[in-house]
């Protein structure tokens, strides 16, 4: 079934939209907040397409720098670089043309917003690297995966403000907890081969690692749209993501694959929950 996607789609990770909105969920909170809890139609189309390019662009990325440790992991063998569907040549090729297309919404951003996202690009290619010598790939995803809550919120108000320093440190123990589900998808072949992560680091102390952590996004989610003044029925319509993001804890299974799959393609539907809040408390509830 997989192989009947078109390998370019594949390499961009189109069929598998989890990464798109996971991207996107954190820019456009962010983008609400910073705007009061009113929705700018045209920045907001501005995010959605970055969120789908850089996406693409940075699993281009991955593989090319982790071909050699795709091979070997059964979840990760049949991608088309490392299964020889498309070449090096072909994979570059469609990077720099993914890149010059979001290079083309810089034009929509201010000064600041410009210099922050092409600093994020730092961030994107040293990612992949970080399971090769430290057990924390996931902060460093973290902190790469939601910089566009610092560039949404830099582009409405031309400043990084309290709230925006606390959802963006929300989003980065957010992902912390989301991608070390995540990684235990793949524990066993990343033992075998020597790949770090934060899911073999925690081991048996995982579930209190994720509380912690879903603890802090919680609270900085709540302080960050209060200090930015979108409504008190916020903190109303918020706790029903909240719920979302404990119910993956006490349901988890880390030795069960799909289970843990599953947990984390609902991070999709937290994230969603939270900006629907960022605006219901605008257009509806008041």
Not at 12 to 29: E, S, V, Y
Not at 146 to 161: E, F, P, Q
Request: charged share 15%; proline share 3%.
């Amino acid at each position: 079934m997989l192989n009947k996607v078109n390998p370019f789609l594949r390499l961009m990770r189109l069929h598998q939209p989890t990464g798109i909105f996971l991207l996107l969920w954190p820019c456009l909170i962010s983008l609400n907040m910073a705007n009061h809890g009113v929705l700018d139609i045209k920045l907001t189309i501005v995010f959605i397409i970055g969120s789908i390019l850089m996406r693409a662009a940075g699993c281009i990325i991955n593989d090319i720098i982790d071909y050699d440790i795709d091979a070997k992991v059964m979840r990760t063998k049949n991608r088309p670089i490392t299964n020889g569907e498309l070449s090096f040549s072909q994979a570059i090729k469609l990077l720099i043309s993914l890149l010059i297309a979001a290079s083309l919404l810089l034009f929509f951003l201010n000064k600041t917003a410009i210099i922050i996202s092409i600093c994020s690009i730092f961030l994107i290619i040293l990612y992949p690297f970080c399971k090769r010598f430290t057990y924390w790939p996931q902060l460093i995803l973290g902190l790469t995966f939601n910089i566009g809550v610092l560039v949404a919120w830099v582009t409405v108000r031309d400043s990084i403000d309290i709230p925006a320093i606390l959802l963006y440190i929300g989003c980065i123990f957010w992902t912390l907890g989301y991608d070390t589900i995540y990684a235990y998808q793949d524990i066993k072949d990343d033992l075998n081969l020597g790949v770090k992560s934060t899911a073999i680091k925690f081991g048996n102390k995982t579930e209190k690692y994720l509380n912690n952590f879903y603890t802090i996004t919680a609270t900085m989610f709540v302080f960050a749209g209060n200090l930015a003044g979108i409504g008190a029925h916020y903190n109303l319509v918020i706790i029903f993501p909240v719920i979302l993001l404990f119910w993956q804890i006490r349901t988890l299974q880390i030795d069960n694959p799909q289970n843990c799959a599953l947990r984390f393609k609902s991070n999709v539907l937290v994230g969603g929950l939270v900006f629907i809040a960022t605006l219901l408390t605008r257009y509806l509830l008041w």
